[in-house]
């Protein structure tokens, strides 16, 4: 089994950044793809942001491409989120998935998940 836990979350302002952290634990998440996603109130749960095992292929939704960035660090197990240039809409639940077989770019295909942490980007 893997536990996640999502860290970073809070308010902030239109404009500025937040840097969300996912520690693994339970299991080394070395060999898992690794994704971000996002669910606001009434709203599905929707893909932000992936990583593959090495770090060395990343994939975004559109929305965010040139604002956010993500990141691991494979040594602590770790999973980081850099969000710049918040905008109103980018508030919502951020969740950590982790994936066995395939790059995470929808909920179904992720095994593992946190419980979230919420950002909010007041305008």
């Known amino acids: 089994q893997v536990q996640l836990v999502e860290s970073g979350g809070g308010l902030v302002q239109a404009g500025g950044s937040l840097r969300l952290s996912c520690a693994a634990s339970g299991r080394t998440v070395s060999n898992y793809a690794m994704g971000w996603f996002r669910q606001a109130p009434g709203r599905e749960r929707e893909f932000v942001a992936a990583i593959n095992w090495s770090g060395g292929r990343t994939y975004y939704t559109d929305s965010v491409k040139g604002r956010f960035t993500i990141s691991r660090d494979n040594a602590k197990n770790t999973v980081y989120l850099q969000m710049n240039s918040l905008k109103p809409e980018d508030t919502s639940i951020y969740y950590c998935?982790?994936?066995?077989?395939?790059?995470?770019?929808?909920?179904?295909?992720?095994?593992?998940w946190g419980k979230g942490t919420l950002v909010t980007v007041s305008s």
């Open positions: 998935g982790a994936d066995r077989s395939t790059i995470p770019r929808i909920p179904s295909s992720v095994d593992y």
